[in-house]
Structure formats: C-alpha cells, structure tokens
C-alpha cells in the first residue's frame, strides 16, 4: 500500500511537471506560434534534437523518420513525460500542414481487463493526444479520434512486454 | 471503407464447413447422480442420422450434476416400461435409467421417451413424445435433457438453448476476419450471422432471443447494429461521433441502452427502438460504460472509473441516482445480473489475474469463480446454474462455462481462430 502511494506519488510529480510544460509552451503559443516549439524543446526536454533535424532536411523525410506511436500504462490514458519531445514534432509538423491533412489517431488498450471498458479507455488515450496537439497550436478539425480498444494488437501475447506495445496510440497520417 | 466486406448477414446453414467448437470437461462434482440413458433408436432397426441418446448424456454429464453408465456396461437396451428390468439397472448403481424409442413417417421422426427411479422402482416421467424433422433431432434430444435435468434438480434445464459469440481468424498478411457466430448451447450447429475484416464485438440477444445487437466497425468506425435473426435482415441504430457500444436490452425489449462519447465523454444513453428517441442517463467526466438492465428495468448497473480504478455503479433511470456496488479489488467491471437478481457477475482483478467473480446484493459477499487468467464477458444461462466466459486456454482465446457454484467447469474450444464474447440465449418460448 505503501509502496503504492509512493508509486502514484511519483507519477503525480511527472504529470505535473509534464503539464507544466505544457502550460509554459501554450503560453508561447499565443505569442508566436513558430518560436514556440523550439523554446519549448530547450526548457530541458533532450530527446527532441534528433527528430528536429531531421525535420528541417525534408519534409517529405520526416513522414518517415517520425515516430507515430505514443505508449501508456495500464489502465492510464495520462501521457508520460517521455512522450513529450515526439508529440511536439508531430503538432510542429501538422501545424506546417497543407489544408487537406486529415489524421487518425487510434487509441489501443492491452487484452486485460473488460473489452467495453478498454473501448473507452483506448478513446480517452487517443483524445489525450489529441489534446495535446490542439493545444499545441493544430487544428482539431484535422484530427480525428476513434479507439479500438483490445481488439487490434500491434503485438500479440500475453506478456508484460506485448501489453506494453499494445496500450499505445497509432498517429495515422 | 477501406478493406470492408460483408460476405454475408444472411442465415447460412453449412455446419460442415465452420469450425465445430467441442468440449473438454476439466472438472465435475464430487458425488454425481448416476443415470443411465439407455440407446433411443428406431424400433425398425434404420439407423439414426443423429445419436440422441450419446446428445442427452453429454448434456447431463457436462452439467456436472451427472455420471452416465457406460452403454457398454448396459445389460439391456429396453425401450419402454415394460422391457425395463430395475434388478438390471440397481446392479450397475444406477439411480436412474431414461428409456426411448423412435418412429420416422414421412421424414418427421417421433421420439417417445420416459424415466424411472431405480431406487423406488417407479416410473417418475411418463411416457412423452416429442416431434421433429431430421435436422431437429439435435433440438429434440436438448430438449428431452431439459425435461430429464428439471424433473431430477427441481431446475428448468438450459440445453436447449443457444450462444453466440465472436470468432476471430488472424492472417499471416496481417489482416483479420472477425466473424459474428451463434451455436447451440453445447457449440454444435455453428452458423455464421456476420463476417467482416474489421472488428465485430459486445454482442448481445434480445430478451425474446428473435433479435441480437453488436457492434461492428465495418464503416470503419464503431456503430450498433440490430439483427433479426430469421430473416438476416439488420439495422444501424447509431452514427454517432466517438463510440458507439455496448448495447444492451431492457427487460421488455423496447430500449437499448448504449454507450456513446458524443459529447466528448463515454456516457450511458438509453434508444427508444421504435421512436430513436435518445436518453442521456449519466453524466460525469470519467468512463461511464458496460450497461446492463436490472430486471426490473428501472436500473442500469454499469462500469464507472469515477472513484479512480473501475467499479461496478447502479444508476436509477427516474432519478438518475447513482449507488456504488463493488468495493473489493481495484478494478470490477462488466457487471451482469443473475436471473434471480440477488446476485451480480463480473469481471475481478486480483493479484495480477482478471477472474469471473459473483457478489451477493445484499450481502457484498464475492466469490471467485474462476482462477485462470484473462477470465472476461461472463454471461449466464438463462436458468442461471452456469455461465459461460471467456478465457485463454493454451495460448488461445476460448470459452469456457462454470456453474455458479464453481463446482463444475469445461471449455468449449474452437479447432478455428480465437473465439470471444460469449453471449448465453433467453429461454425461446
């Protein structure tokens, strides 16, 4: 029990210093949509870089480079922290995006626990994505949410490691 | 529409050609009656194209209730009271003995059938007759275990009833084929009511078992659909933005409860069939899903992680007031209430396995019914002696049934795919 006050202790400080940062950069936002990011990637998130130049090389290069799948924990549909520096890159990139872009984002849930409620769950991961990337300056009419819920693994098994691959949401371009 | 297909909605009567799903009982009572049900044949000779003595006492043995005598131990096949010599039946410890025969006229086939008491040496049923064609003789034979099991348990037998269930076949090219199937009750006659390549899933019967609702993804998003299953015949019931799903069917069969994020947030809503008229039943900010009516249809228990992990809510439809259920263990969900209403299935998380629990109302009493893992969709059989989960069995999705005590369980594997979501009939009468 202790242990998992702790638990939850330290995962609160993570959600509330992720969405400190968000609050930071949506502040800048409102000042300069273009400068934003890049202040934001220097406010001490390090995973960035990389994608970043790859980005500015090609924007025909950067559909491929980007990661497209934001993973979860159980029964969560809060995103990590880690997930930051990724999202960042796919709002800097939607927000650059020709009028007709239209993206899917498809939340997923690992096989445990009770299908109906992992429909919803799957939808609740998806729209925190999708919440992030409004607030990051896109667009929510090029966004759409559906969940799948357990019913499409990217892995399949029922280990640890398959129900980590599996809660994800899959950004769909 | 990428990738959809229906192949068929229709009714298609190729039980060679789809995967039979067959038992394998793992576990039994400790002091089963004994009972012998004696060969049902014509009295002509002709063979049977069906076996209804082998049908009746698989059905009895699988109830756990009962441990039939070996044909092969038999000292005699007698077909009526009086060939029935109890001296042959007392030798072999039998409690009882089921004796029958059958007449066929014009491809309608008569099987007329009564049971004694050994013991007592009387005759407990009298002589009944049941009729039917060719390809009824396994209906007839469920239907005989029924009159067996309810004049010996004192409670109405459920073997002549039927499931459906979602079958899932996953290719090596990465696609899927998800197939909406109903079956009798012990898996034969598997009969196809939907194919798709994408997700089909809470599948749910009407209460007068004419009708069943689910939800398929074949417009590449979740909808509810109502398919009568006579006629083939089905209905989109809602197209709505976010989810649509988990139907469920009032008491008087003239409202689906659904659940539908519309507005931004799983909710439980209530669709008048006729009319399409729409009630919102919850409101909150966190997940409200998984409804099922209470009996007597003033309430709907539902899912809910509202107090943070999910638990099992009732909600008043008139009041809208909402009464916690569940308290123990961090995560029940899919509550479903037994025939009776004193008690509640679902599915219970503990120590890392998702089980299928039972909890008393009154009482908040649980049981664990199940001790596998990745236990999910209980459903229970209309007399409400079992019900029927599924589970993981050797790396497989497959379905398994535990009577409500927990002292009996067997699983129906399928030799196809993954099967899923099991979803126990109504009574048909």
Redesign the interface.
């Known amino acids: 029990m202790t242990n998992n006050l702790f638990k939850q202790g330290l995962f609160l400080t993570f959600i509330l210093a992720f969405l400190a940062g968000c609050t930071s950069t949506d502040t800048m936002d409102e000042m300069d949509d273009g400068a934003a990011a890049d202040r934001a990637d220097e406010r001490g998130v390090t995973t960035g870089t990389a994608d970043r130049d790859r980005l500015r090389t090609s924007e025909d290069d950067a559909d491929a480079a980007l990661d497209t799948v934001i993973y979860f924990g159980f ?1 969560q549909a809060t995103l990590q922290p880690e997930s930051r520096a990724l999202l960042l890159a796919h709002a800097e990139r939607l927000r650059n995006a020709t009028n007709n872009v239209r993206v899917r984002l498809e939340g997923h849930t690992d ?7 992992n ?3 799957g ?2 991961r998806a729209n925190s994505v999708r919440d992030f990337l409004v607030l990051q300056g896109v667009s929510r009419d090029i966004l759409e ?5 357990e ?2 693994p990217a892995v ?1 098994g ?1 280990s640890d490691s398959a129900w980590a691959q599996n809660r994800r949401v899959e950004i769909k371009y | 529409m990428k990738h959809v297909f229906i192949l068929s909605a229709l009714l298609i009567m190729s039980a060679t050609a789809l995967a039979q799903l067959t038992i394998e009982i793992t576990q039994g009572v400790d002091d089963p009656t004994k009972i012998a049900v004696v060969p049902i044949e014509r009295a002509d000779g002709v063979s049977m194209p069906e076996d209804i003595s082998a049908i009746i006492t698989a059905n009895l043995e699988r109830s756990g209730l009962f441990e039939a005598i070996p044909r092969g131990n038999m000292l005699a096949f007698p077909r009526s009271e009086t060939e029935v010599h109890f001296r042959d039946w007392r030798v072999l410890g039998s409690e009882y003995v089921l004796v029958g025969e059958v007449t066929e006229d014009a491809g309608i086939y008569r099987v007329a059938y009564e049971l004694f008491d050994v013991l007592g040496e009387r005759r407990i049923m009298r002589r009944q007759v049941v009729e039917g064609s060719e390809g009824q003789l396994r209906t007839i034979a469920h239907n005989i275990s029924d009159r067996v099991y309810e004049t010996l348990t004192g409670i109405r037998g459920a073997f002549d009833t039927q499931i459906i269930y979602v079958e899932v076949e ?1 290719h090596d090219d990465g696609t ?1 084929t998800f197939r909406l199937m109903r079956a009798d009750a012990d898996g034969a006659r598997p009969v196809l009511l939907l194919e798709s390549s994408e ?1 089909i ?2 599948p749910v019967w009407s209460p007068d078992g004419r009708q069943v609702a689910y939800v398929s ?1 074949e417009t ?3 909808a509810v659909f109502v398919q009568n299953l006579a006629t083939g015949e089905r209905e989109q019931v809602t197209d709505f933005l ?2 649509n ?2 139907p469920a069917w009032s008491p008087d069969g003239r409202h689906l409860a659904v ?1 539908l ?1 519309k507005d931004g947030n ?1 909710e439980i809503y209530t669709l008048e069939l006729a009319t399409k008229r729409m009630t919102r039943v919850t409101n909150h900010f966190a ?1 409200d ?2 409804p099922s009516w209470t009996h007597d249809g003033k309430g709907i228990i539902f ?1 809910s ?1 509202r107090g943070g ?2 638990q099992v809510y009732r909600v008043d439809l008139a009041s809208k007031r909402v009464e916690r259920l569940t308290f123990q263990g961090n ?1 029940n ?2 509550g479903r209430l037994t025939p009776d209403g004193e008690s509640m299935v679902m ?1 219970h ?1 503990r120590d890392g396995t ?1 089980n299928i629990a039972v909890q008393e109302l009154d009482t908040g009493t649980l049981r664990l019914l199940t001790e596998t ?2 236990d ?2 209980p459903s229970v059989a209309p007399n409400g002696a079992m019900l029927i989960y599924s589970t ?1 069995y050797r ?1 497989r999705g497959v379905l398994a049934v535990v009577s409500l005590d927990a002292g009996t369980r067997y699983y129906l594997p399928s030799e196809r795919g993954e099967v899923r ?1 099991p979803a126990w009939s109504p009574f048909f009468d």
């Open positions: 029964d096989e445990r626990g009770s299908r109906e409620y429909m919803a769950l939808e609740r949410v559906i969940s799948y819920g019913e499409r399949r029922s | 996953r899927d997700p899933l809470s993804f590449t998003r979740p976010g989810l799903g988990s659940v994020s799983p997940i899903t998984e899912t992680n992990r999910p995560y969900a899919r599915v998380h998702f893992h990745l999910e969709s993981r790396g979501e």
